[in-house]
């Protein structure tokens, strides 16, 4: 048997659906699916729960993370502690299954190495069209480095301890495990001699002013600059020093709504950002919760008159500058806590609740 781990949040329910009833046509049914909420909105939340009581050979597991980064990585790693099979495939809600792929499967899988796939892309005129799998007009082709959708022995991907949860945001968690593959001396193939695989077009989720969801800009580039020295470092296992995989609950969520035991407001400069996030190692099992506002125009002009003529001044960081600090913090050292982010982009006001 294999497990199909299938990771979502905020994504159209169409594309879902599209995906999943390929799965429903598939030659063999050799195989089950763990589809991983991580923490969408209440809309999506609803309407994925809904659309699943469809399809009998799917389980629904709901991570009530929302107001946090986006984190495949754990969402993959909550199935892999899950799955009692043999194999365990990374999927993707967006993905097209030809109906003989599970079939395929089963003819080449290995319990020595990994292998993932090449994937056609489709357009988006052609991906609102309801058609049979060889009758899609593929745009273009995944490369040799897109190494997405890989099938693995359970047993050593548990060996390495699962996706590395240090990658949050878009990109690199899937190299990265490719590389540590290699490292602990696996195999590794690119599958290319048919396409079993089509990808849905979609808009990209990146964020916008109007969004008040966590999101850091230059997250992509630290990725990948992490991924680079696991090369280096020749590194095996992840997650080494913090637990992985771990699931949070609704209950656990509703820990954020308590009483915090401390309530701050502070202004985004430079000394207090610093002196809040020196704070927490020291607030164990304390309830943070904090609102950080910008201030106005004319305080930052005053301030800077204030340098010109030499006399004390404050040294007012942007709000883009605070939100960088303050989730870099959270990934670096404290992802495995409670946490919810806000970041209104527009008021210039940032919120975080913490549990420590």
């Not at 040799?144 to 959708?149: C, L, M, Q, S």
């Not at 020295?229 to 609950?249: D, Q, Y």
Request: proline share 2%; charged share 25%; glycine share 4%.
């Amino acid at each position: 048997m294999i497990t199909l781990v299938l990771t979502y949040r905020n994504r159209e329910l169409r594309l879902v659906k599209n995906c999943l009833d390929s799965l429903a046509k598939q030659t063999v049914q050799s195989f089950e699916v763990i589809l991983v909420d991580y923490g969408s909105d209440t809309f999506f939340r609803r309407g994925i729960i809904q659309l699943v009581q469809n399809y009998s050979f799917v389980e629904l597991v709901s991570c009530s993370v929302h107001g946090q980064l986006w984190n495949k990585s754990r969402a993959i790693n909550i199935a892999l502690k899950q799955t009692k099979h043999p194999y365990f495939l990374i999927g993707d809600v967006d993905m097209l299954y030809r109906q003989d792929f599970f079939e395929c499967l089963e003819s080449i899988k290995s319990e020595e190495k990994a292998i993932y796939f090449q994937v056609g892309f489709l357009n988006k005129e052609e991906s609102f069209h309801e058609k049979t799998f060889k009758d899609y007009k593929i745009n273009h082709l995944s490369s040799i480095e897109a190494t997405g959708i890989t099938l693995y022995p359970t047993t050593l991907l548990k060996s390495i301890n699962g996706y590395d949860e240090f990658y949050h945001g878009w990109g690199a968690e899937d190299t990265d495990v490719h590389i540590r593959f290699k490292n602990a001396r696996y195999e590794v193939e690119f599958y290319d001699k048919e396409i079993l695989l089509l990808h849905q077009w979609h808009s990209k989720h990146y964020r916008s002013n109007k969004s008040k969801a966590p999101f850091h800009l230059t997250l992509e580039k630290i990725n990948h600059s992490y991924s680079q020295l696991v090369i280096k470092m020749a590194k095996i296992k992840a997650n080494a020093n913090l637990p992985w995989g771990l699931i949070t609950n609704e209950s656990d969520s509703l820990k954020l709504n308590e009483l915090p035991d401390f309530n701050m407001t502070i202004e985004p400069v430079d000394v207090q950002i610093k002196s809040f996030i020196a704070q927490f190692s020291d607030c164990k099992d304390k309830l943070i919760s904090v609102e950080i506002k910008d201030v106005s125009l004319a305080n930052k002009i005053k301030q800077t008159c204030k340098k010109i003529l030499g006399k004390k001044y404050k040294i007012y960081l942007t709000m883009n500058d605070v939100n960088d600090r303050l989730l870099e913090e959270i990934v670096f050292n404290y992802r495995t806590q409670l946490y919810f982010y806000s970041f209104d982009r527009q008021n210039r006001i940032i919120t975080l609740k913490i549990q420590f």
